[in-house]
C-alpha cells in the first residue's frame, strides 16, 4: 500500500457491522501510509481532511445496506478508489453478525479476512481496466413500449439469465453487465458495489450490487468464473449503467470455469427478447 488510503469509515457504533468498520479503519490506521477521515468531523471541517483526500486513495467502509459513507463521500462529490460493505462481506463468507456491539472472535476473523483482501487487491490484474477485446459497434433490435425503447444485442456472443443480467462471451473470459431493462426499470441509478477481484463465483452466485432510489438489485452472475477485472468506473460514475449497459457500463469480466454447462441455462437473443417484450409489458411502469 505504497500511496496508503484515506480511510473513511460508517459512523454506526450502535450496529455490529459498525463497530467492524472503526475496528477496521484503526487497524488501517496502524499503517503510516494510511489515514483516518472521520465522517462526522468531515461534515463540519472538511478542510482539514483536503491534503490526506488528494494525496491517497480513498477508501469507504460501509457498515450497513443504508451505505451512509458511501452517500456522504457521493454528496460530497469525494472519488473513491474502493469500497467494502460490511454486511454484504459477511453474508459472502458465511458469517452471520450478532446484535451485540462487542468484537469476538467470529467477527476479528471478518475483519482478518477482509485486510488481507485489500492487500491482495493491489496485487491483482484488472481492476479499473479491461482484460478482454469487445466491439465497438453492436446492433441491437429494440421494443418500444410508451416513451421507452428497450434495447437487446442480437451479437450471437451475448447471453442472458432470467434476472437480466447478460455475459459477453469470448474464448476462456465473459463480460457481464445488466440489461437495457434493469436500468430502465431501476431509473437513475445511484451506487455500484462491485465484486472482489480474485473470487470464484458460481453460476447465479451475486457479483455485484446496484442501487437506485427505487431498489437495490443484485446482479445475478450468468456464469461461474474467477472475477479478473471489474469496471471501478462505475463506483465514482454509475450513471454510466443507466447511459450505456451493454458498453461503459459493464460490471465485470471473469475466467471462465464450467461455461459448457452454463450455456444451458442461459437464453441466447432470440429466446431472450420475447421474455424481456413479456417483462415490459407486465411490469415495467
Known amino acids: 500500500m505504497s500511496k496508503g488510503y484515506a480511510v473513511f469509515p460508517c459512523n454506526g457504533l450502535d450496529k455490529c457491522a ?25 461534515r ?35 472519488r473513491i478508489d474502493e469500497k467494502l460493505n ?23 476473523r471478518l475483519i482478518s479476512e477482509l485486510l488481507g483482501q485489500l492487500k491482495e487487491g ?22 418500444k413500449k410508451d416513451k421507452f425503447v428497450f434495447r437487446v444485442p442480437i451479437a450471437p456472443e451475448f447471453y442472458f439469465n432470467e434476472n437480466d443480467v447478460w455475459a459477453y462471451v469470448s474464448g476462456n473470459h465473459a ?19 462491485p465484486p472482489s477481484l480474485g473470487i470464484e463465483i458460481e453460476q447465479f452466485d451475486e457479483a455485484g450490487t446496484v442501487e437506485s ?23 465514482n460514475e454509475p450513471e454510466l449503467i443507466n447511459q450505456d449497459p451493454y458498453g461503459e457500463g459493464w460490471i465485470a469480466e471473469l475466467e471462465l470455469t464450467n461455461f459448457e454447462e452454463d450455456r444451458s441455462l442461459l437464453y441466447e437473443f432470440e429466446e ?14
Open 272 to 285: 431472450y427478447f420475447p421474455i424481456m417484450k413479456r417483462k415490459v409489458e407486465e411490469f415495467h411502469v
Open 122 to 143: 493491489k496485487e491483482k490484474t484488472g481492476t479499473a481496466g479491461t482484460l478482454m477485446d469487445f466491439p465497438e459497434d453492436l446492433e441491437y433490435e429494440t421494443y
Open 86 to 108: 460490511i454486511s454484504e462481506e459477511a453474508k459472502k463468507r458465511g458469517y452471520s453478525l450478532d446484535t451485540s456491539l462487542e468484537i469476538g472472535e467470529k467477527e476479528r
Open 18 to 42: 459498525g463497530c467492524i468498520t472503526h475496528e477496521m479503519a484503526v487497524e488501517l490506521s496502524r499503517e503510516p501510509e494510511n489515514e483516518v477521515v472521520c465522517p462526522v468531523f468531515y
Open 175 to 193: 463480460r457481464i453487465g445488466v440489461a437495457d431493462f434493469v436500468q430502465k426499470s431501476l431509473s437513475d441509478i445511484m451506487f455500484f458495489t
Open 44 to 78: 463540519i471541517a472538511k478542510a482539514r481532511y483536503q491534503k490526506v483526500l488528494e494525496e491517497k486513495k480513498l477508501l469507504v467502509l460501509d457498515g450497513c445496506a443504508t451505505r451512509c459513507a458511501s452517500k456522504l463521500a457521493a454528496e460530497k462529490s469525494l
Open 213 to 235: 432510489g427505487k431498489a437495490v438489485f443484485e446482479v445475478i452472475c450468468p456464469v461461474s468464473g474467477v472475477v479478473t477485472s471489474v469496471n471501478e468506473k462505475l463506483v
